[in-house]
Structures are given as C-alpha cells and as structure tokens.
C-alpha cells in the first residue's frame, strides 16, 4: 500500500512504497528534459499535466507538481500508476544508474565534506522528499543542488543556511559559506 507523506515544500509530496524502486540511489528527473529520458515509468509520471518533477529513491518518489495543479486531483493519478507498476512488475523502477564513472577525490577537505553529507545530511533532506548533492568547493565556498521537494521549496534557503551551512562549517572548518550551485 502506498502511503502519501506531506513535505515543507506545498508543491511536492512523497510517495513510500513498501518495495524497493530504486537500486541505484536518488534520481531526479524534470518534465523538461523528458526527451533525454529512457525510463518509461517516469516518462508515464512527467506526462501527466501538472507534474514537473520526480525524484526517485530507494523506498520513496517524490513528486513536485506545478503551482495551478491540484492534489485532490494529481495524488490519486500518481498512486494509480505506482501501484499499477507495483502489481505488475516484481523489480524495481530504476535498476541502471545514468553515469557509471566512479568518482574519486585526492582532495581531503572535499572527501570528508561528501562523507558528511552522504552520513548525516542526505538521510536527514531525504525524510522531507527530497535530495542533496556536492557541487563544487572552491576557496571555502561549498556549492551544493537541492533536488526533489527541496527544489523551489520556500523554506530550503532556510533549511540550507541554518542546518546543512552550521553542520557542515562546524565538521570541517575550512568551509567558509554553502550556497545552491
């Protein structure tokens, strides 16, 4: 049974589902690159009026729908199509992942600032919808990409400056600022 979780952001719920939909960790797909997009199930998601992103993780999808849609009528679309998916399909939405280069850092400062957003940042942006991810650090300037609920959402300049900025700036203190790349 899917359950629905409401997010900070209003334009963005999260699905739980009581199996596993992706392998490969956290996607996110928007409506405007569908185009580039093989995966059918998330194409049927983006093709439907309203709906401007999906971001995909292990248990969860979030999705965040345009400002004129409504809930009472997006929800029950997207629960329909996940359950049907669900019934019809013993694996998991998302098995293959886009980019299969393995990433390394000979720099340190940036190797720890990964492990401190993988261990402690992500499972906590994760139980809002929505994702985080390193961008760049460059002269005490951590750049990172809000995805999913956090895209857009009114409180993640907030949740950004105050949370990810404080942790992040306390762990390792030649990071200066955290700002959206």
């Known amino acids: 049974m899917i359950q629905i979780e409401q997010t900070p952001n209003p334009d ?7 199996k596993i939909l992706s392998t490969v960790g956290t ?7 569908e185009n580039n997009i093989n995966n059918s199930f998330v194409k049927t998601l983006l093709k439907i009026k ?16 345009t400002k004129d849609t409504s809930w ?3 929800k029950p679309t997207v629960i329909s199509h996940l359950n ?6 013993s694996g998991p939405i998302l098995t293959e992942k886009k980019d299969q280069t393995i990433e390394t850092d000979a720099n ?3 190797t720890e600032i990964k492990r401190i957003l993988e261990t ?3 499972p906590a942006v994760a139980r809002d919808g929505g994702d985080i991810k390193f961008h760049s650090f460059d002269k005490g300037i951590l750049k990172v990409k809000l995805q999913g609920s956090c895209s857009g959402c009114p409180s993640s300049l907030m949740t950004l400056k105050q949370g990810v900025q404080n942790l992040i700036c306390q ?7 955290v700002e959206l790349a």
Do not use: A, C
Not at 84 to 89: A, K, S
């Open 12 to 18: 963005s719920l999260k699905f739980l589902s009581p």
């Open 50 to 65: 309203g709906v401007e992103l999906v971001l995909m993780s292990d248990k969860f999808l979030t999705v965040k729908k």
């Open 120 to 122: 402690m940042i992500r």
């Open 171 to 177: 762990k390792v203190k030649t990071v200066k600022s």
């Open 84 to 89: 049907d998916y669900l019934q019809e399909n």
């Open 72 to 74: 009472d009528d997006l």
């Open 27 to 33: 996607e996110e797909f928007k409506k405007k690159d």
């Open 108 to 110: 340190e400062t940036v």
